[in-house]
Structures are given as C-alpha cells and as structure tokens.
C-alpha cells in the first residue's frame, strides 16, 4: 500500500492555510489528500477554517486593519453570517512559515473548495483525483458557542458531502467522538476517523464511538510499535500528526503508520525511503 502524504491545511509553506491557493500548490506538489479544518457560520454555511473565529495574523477586517491574534472573541464566526465572514481577507502569512506568499484570501466554504480544487486538478490534466480529509473542529462544551450540536452539525456537512456527489472522496474525522458518532449514524458508508491527543483517549473515545472507524489519528508523539499493532489488529488504520521533520516521517512509516499529516508535503515527497 502506498505510504500516504497528507497536505495539512494545504501547501502551507507556499500559501497561507485553508485558502484555495495552498490547497491548489499542494495539488501541483502531487498530494492527493487534502487535510482542512470546518466550522459554521451562523446561517449555517459550513466554512473551512481551523479556528473558530476571525483573528490575526491571518486576518485583516473588511476596512484593511489587521486583527490582533487576541481579538478572535469578538469575530466568532458562529456568530456571523457568510456574507460578513467573506468581507474578512485573511491571507495572512503565520511568522512560523517565513516564506508564506501574502495574498488576498477569503476562507472559502467547503463547496467552494470541492469544485475549484477538483476544477483546476482537471484544467492540469493531473492525474488522479483529490480526497478531502475533513475534521470538523467541535469541543463538547462549546455546543451553541462555536457549532450547533452533534446531529445538527453532522447533517450539514452531510448534505453538502452528498449534495455535491463527493461521498467517495472524503472522509471525516474529529476530535470530539461525539460528532464523528453522530455522522457515522446519519451516514454509516463514509470514511471516518478519530483524532487523539493523549493516549488514555484511545482507550476512553474508541469504545464510545459505537463502531470501528477506518482511521485512528494520534498525535506523533504517541506512536509507537504497541498502538500501531495493537489498531491494526482491530484492522483500523493510523495516520499521524503534524509530522514536519523529515526523520519523524521516516520513523512514522517505520512504526508502521500508513502515513503522516504534514505542514511540509513538499518535503516528505522527495524522502525516498517513504516511496518505496
């Protein structure tokens, strides 16, 4: 099986996160798995975006100002309608990614990413077809804060998933193992996974799921020969997070991951020992 590259937030060493621009250069790169974040507006849009609300340095508001990296309260994006989030430019670049190219960006809608991506890939004639790694950003304590609650948020992005025919070319996945229960529920033929930060959380969240998702995403300091066979017994993949330097993607593959989510696509791609 192929050892899987996964473009976090897309190229983001090229362009700034989750904007069309970073997931296109992650296409010409030769990804073909897009990881990207979801969250929803108050007219119930569904918006790729990692953070639940508008802030810098990525943002600057409708008047050009840019936005403090502690303002993010007042531009929670529940709150806020498409249309208003929109008028927000946020191409930004992130001091962590020096060599970010600034431009002018708004955080697209998950539809809109579907169709240009898939758009420009054929306009290339590049070979192949994108798969849209989705977590949808969700805390258990922030349900009518910063997303609706489980059923109603799965079924949004349930309906924009079936309603644009992309069912087999996505998965989900999550943190919060209440919203990827509660999408498996709705639609039970879709890919999911479970992301995790602290190994107790696989003992915990696993069993609460109600199922056996195709995919476990463990942070990379979690990895270990014992998780991977002790998942791979249970015939669940693992794909860690975020994997940057260039021996961790060794090791990663090693440890017997299927493959890494990457800030640098660019870099794993040229490590022949991760093609082989």
């Not at 100002?65 to 709150?79: K, N, T, V």
């Not at 849209?132 to 258990?140: A, G, T, V």
């Not at 998965?171 to 190994?199: M, T």
């Not at 696989?202 to 199922?211: A, N, Q, S, V």
Request: charged letters at 25%.
């Amino acid at each position: 099986m192929t050892f899987e590259i996964q473009a976090h937030r897309g190229a983001r060493s090229f362009f700034p996160e989750n904007t069309l621009q970073a997931f296109c250069k992650a296409a010409d790169l030769g990804v073909r798995v897009l990881e990207l974040d979801l969250v929803v507006s108050k007219d119930h849009e569904i918006v790729v975006s990692h953070d639940p609300w508008l802030s810098g340095p990525l943002c600057h508001d409708p008047a050009g100002r840019p936005l403090a990296a502690d303002e993010g309260m007042s531009h929670r994006i529940y709150d806020m309608t498409y249309a208003d989030i929109s008028a927000f430019d946020c191409g930004g670049r992130h001091p962590s990614f020096p060599l970010q190219q600034r431009i002018s960006a708004y955080k697209p809608l998950l539809s809109t990413v579907f169709r240009e991506v898939d758009s420009y890939m054929a306009s290339r004639g590049m070979e192949g077809r994108m798969v849209y790694n989705l977590e949808l950003k969700s805390w258990p304590d922030k349900d009518g804060v910063f997303h609706p609650e489980p059923d109603s948020y799965a079924a949004l992005v349930l309906r924009i998933v079936e309603d644009t025919a992309r069912s087999g070319q996505v998965r989900l996945q999550s943190f919060d193992h209440r919203l990827v229960r509660a999408a498996w529920k709705q639609n039970p033929k879709l890919c999911y996974g479970l992301l995790i930060a602290e190994r107790e959380h696989i003992d915990r969240y696993l069993p609460e799921l109600g199922f056996l998702p195709r995919y476990l995403n463990p942070h990379l300091s979690l990895v270990d020969r014992e998780t991977a066979e002790y998942l791979h017994a249970k015939r669940i993949g693992m794909i860690p997070w975020t994997v940057n330097c260039p021996e961790d993607m060794v090791r990663m593959k090693q440890l017997g991951a299927e493959g890494i989510i990457t800030d640098y696509p660019e870099v794993a791609l040229t490590l022949s020992s991760l093609q082989d």
